[in-house]
């Protein structure tokens, strides 16, 4: 899928009609690659297929919804992704749909922040594949709030405070997180000084060596009324060097171009964003999921490289750095990650991948591994 990517950006960086063309193509066999493929991702999407099988069955056996307890799927504080799951529910029973569906959504949503934000999104969707791709497999709510958010930054470019807050409390009936981007529509659109910019990175990355993040999830778990939730972000376990390191390559190069960035200002919301980005990276730095959080702030750092790096015809040495950054952080994935993501197989075949062992261990309904359209 990366070479394919790679090699369609390098064929058509002249012509731009046919570049926007073989994005809109790629994403869509990228959409359909993910929605299609058999419980690949790991635990996540069989409880997600759990919830929404126990949800559809309910629905066509003639169950009040209204009965249905939220709190059995951890979804109380999260209304929007319940909501989606009836809506769904009334189409089909099945899960192989149901993530189909949501996965269409999840990359419609992705191709209309990229064709808004992106200079070249096909340079763009090689970062997308590096960074985020993988992911889109498996955290379907978290995946759908950081989508709707990416759409964004338009209401803060043009300060329209009630439609930008309004998207983030959607996003955040999806996932609670998804507030943090709040904070975005209120740091001023100025470039800041480099200096002022690392100490701010510096100070983040402390805080998160030294674990005080953790006390700010139990508050905002306490808040929400969701302590168990937020507690898987607050976990302190070994500093998080690949954290570390990610964020410092990506100040780095945002710092080796800083000069460029002049004074548009939906360029410096980008900037901003891609600042943001680094700073909630290291900001989690011991969290063992609380990384999650800088998803939300990673299209500024797409959506600016694209500009910056891939602004026309040339092929620059930042732009070969950034390709070859993806390459290593796509292959990362792919062999830490292992059996969740391949051998691939679509839902379209009964039976189940070899040596799946994530699915001796979750599997909840063995009527799919001999029928995937049993109901």
Known sequence: MLIIVISSYFATRNYEILCKQLFRIEIILI?????????????????????FDSISSSIHNGIDIRSLSLQAFL????????????????????????????????????????????SNPLFALILFLGLYFFFTFTYLRQVIAVAILWNSLAFIEKRQ???????????????????????????????????LVFLCFISALFIGVTGVHSKLFNLFGSLINN?????????????????????????FLIFFSYKRIGTDKRQIIL?????????????????????????????????????????GKAVTASGLT??????????????????????????????????????????????????????
């Open 271 to 311: 900037l901003n964003c891609s600042l943001m980005f680094c700073m909630v990276l290291a900001f989690f730095c011991t969290s063992s999921d609380g990384g999650r959080i800088s998803w939300y702030f990673m299209i500024g750092l797409i959506a600016l490289f694209s500009q910056l790096y891939a602004p």
């Open 161 to 195: 405070l009630i439609r930008f807050l309004s998207t983030v409390l959607l996003a955040a009936m999806f996932h609670n997180s998804a507030i943090i981007f709040a904070i975005m529509y209120f740091i001023p659109i100025r470039k800041y000084n480099i200096l």
């Open 322 to 375: 950034l390709i070859l950054m993806s390459i290593l952080l796509y292959m990362r994935i792919l062999i830490v990650w292992g059996v969740l993501i391949y051998p691939y197989k679509t839902f379209f075949t009964n039976g189940i991948r070899e040596g799946d062992y994530i699915h001796s261990e979750n599997e909840y309904d063995h009527r799919y591994n001999y029928d995937k359209f049993y109901k």
């Open 31 to 51: 959409a359909l690659f993910v929605g299609c493929s058999d419980m690949l991702g790991g635990y996540d999407r069989y409880i997600y297929g759990e919830a």
């Open 75 to 118: 979804w109380l504080n999260e209304p929007a992704y319940f909501i989606w799951n009836i809506l769904i529910g009334f189409i089909t029973q099945n899960r192989y749909i149901f993530i189909f569906i949501t996965t269409l959504l999840i990359y419609w949503l992705i191709y209309k922040s990229f064709i808004a934000n992106t």
């Open 227 to 251: 302590e168990a939730r937020t507690a898987t972000y607050e976990n302190i376990k070994e500093i998080r060097i690949e954290y570390i390191i990610e964020s410092l390559l990506f100040l």
